[in-house]
Nanobody
Framework: QVQLAESGGGLVQAGGSLRLSCAASGRSFSSLNMGWFRQAPGKEREFVASIGRNIVYVPSVKGRFTISRDDNIVYLQMNNLKPEDTAVYFC????????????WGQGTQVTVSS
């Protein structure tokens, strides 16, 4: 069973940067698609980026965020942060070829002040 643990959230001023990490255990990364999602207060959880056979970004973060992975850690480098990026960020995994993300981390808070 895969287990995920995020870290790296915090408070940053607009225009600043943060790097989130998601450490996975229990299964080889090579068989998993890894995704980052976020949920702002009062809003639904939304997809941010994923890495598997391809790398995909939601348009609102393209050019500012970079997803990467190294061994069993997935990173989300976030540059030029905006107040609207404020949310709890979650990493999730799904087997490559599957449709649904079925394992989720506990989330890490990112707050961007204006």
């Amino acid at each position: 069973q895969v287990q995920l643990a995020e870290s790296g959230g915090g408070l940053v001023q607009a225009g600043g940067s943060l790097r989130l990490s998601c450490a996975a255990s229990g299964r080889s990364f090579s068989s998993l698609n890894m995704g980052w999602f976020r949920q702002a207060p009062g809003k639904e959880r939304e997809f941010v980026a994923s890495i598997g056979r391809n790398i995909v970004y939601v348009p609102s973060v393209k050019g500012r965020f970079t997803i990467s992975r190294d061994d069993n850690i997935v990173y989300l480098q976030m540059n030029n942060l905006k107040p609207e990026d404020t949310a709890v960020y979650f990493c999730a995994s799904r087997p490559i070829g599957a449709f649904k993300y079925d394992v989720w981390g506990q989330g890490t808070q990112v707050t961007v002040s204006s």
